[in-house]
């Protein structure tokens, strides 16, 4: 059902879900009967990610505006959805947005919750497809619920200011060095300008971010004249688990 593959420390799962479809649901061509009203209204589900079986009220609106963020329950999984009239939502800043906020305040809610991200984009038909899903990924969901428990994801960028001149390599060798000390594990993240010398992602207890954001303090002490430091999070663990869900468990 997963298989593990390593990213740094960290198991990544991916669940290939098989969803058995009724004679009804592959059927091709127009609707045997004309829709009622309910059937015509869209019941499609927009995912964030999945938490302990629980209910939760976020103060937060959801892609393109939803006002209403519940959860669908299977077993002891919640997952957090709002709805959603497309299958492919567009990725607009807004919604892009809107995604992380969702799952930030999921993190933060009830003095701090574990939660497992779902990627951007992840619809599904309705509450019976997402619960099939709950259902098949459910020991990797689960795994990754224990793996993950009281971990929150805390993202440094370590950028040039103009005309600046740094030994590269040893600076990412004393700032890997320093910040893996207050971590648990880490995961590397694409150089994507010139100016980007150091960029990573931690996975640290929510317990012990007071260190973590200390050794950044010293970090920026150290660096702060030649290079910007950028420090975020904290946010829901994107880097340290993959769920996919195969386009037909959608």
Known sequence: MYSQTYHFAVIVYRVDVVVVHTPHERCIGPHPHPPTRSQAMSSNLYTYGVIE??????DERGINGAEEIRTV???SLSAVVSEIDEMEPERTDENATAHDEVLRAILESDGGRTVVPMRFGMVFKNPNTLKNVLRNGR???????????GMVELGVKLVTKDDTDVDRPAVVEDVATRLREAADTEAGNDLYSDRLVFNRSYLVD???QGAFDE?????RDAYGEQLHVQYTGPWAPYNFVDIEISSEGR
């Open 53 to 58: 079986q629980d209910t939760i009220e976020i």
């Open 73 to 75: 329950e299977y077993r």
């Open 139 to 149: 020991v990797a969901f689960r795994r990754s619920l224990n793996d993950l428990d």
């Open 206 to 208: 929510r317990d012990e």
């Open 215 to 219: 050794t950044v303090s010293e970090i």
